[in-house]
């Protein structure tokens, strides 16, 4: 089992960033594949990101793909979401989230753990 905390949510004005981390407990932080989903007010909770156990791969919902990247350190039980170029748009809180082997990285339903989440709003 493994438990996430995040955080580096904020306020910040559109077109500016925000490096979110999400620190997991635990000594198999390497075996579990992670994910960033977001959840906005009266909406469904999207995929936003996610990467293999080793970081090999990685998956880019298409509204982030140029400006937010996804990183980990296996030696800090860290995965970060670094976000550029931010939109008012991408208001949301977000939230970090693991799993063994996801059959599906876009669907929450493929991650039996996550964090708490946290606030990233953008004004214009």
């Known amino acids: 089992q493994v438990q996430l905390v995040e955080s580096g949510g904020g306020l910040v004005q559109a077109g500016g960033s925000l490096r979110l981390s999400c620190a997991a407990s635990g000594r198999t932080f390497s075996s579990y594949a992670m994910g960033w989903f977001r959840q906005a007010p009266g909406k469904e909770r999207e995929f936003v990101t996610g990467?293999?156990?080793?970081?090999?791969?990685?998956y880019y919902t298409d509204s982030v793909k140029g400006r937010f990247t996804i990183s980990r350190a296996n030696d800090e039980n860290t995965v970060y979401l670094q976000m550029n170029s931010l939109k008012p748009e991408d208001t949301a809180i977000y939230y970090c989230?693991?799993?063994?082997?996801?059959?599906?990285?876009?669907?929450?339903?493929?991650?039996?753990?996550w964090g708490q989440g946290t606030q990233v709003t953008v004004s214009s």
């Open positions: 989230a693991a799993a063994p082997y996801p059959s599906e990285y876009r669907t929450p339903l493929s991650y039996p753990y």
């Open positions: 990467q293999t156990r080793s970081g090999g791969y990685t």
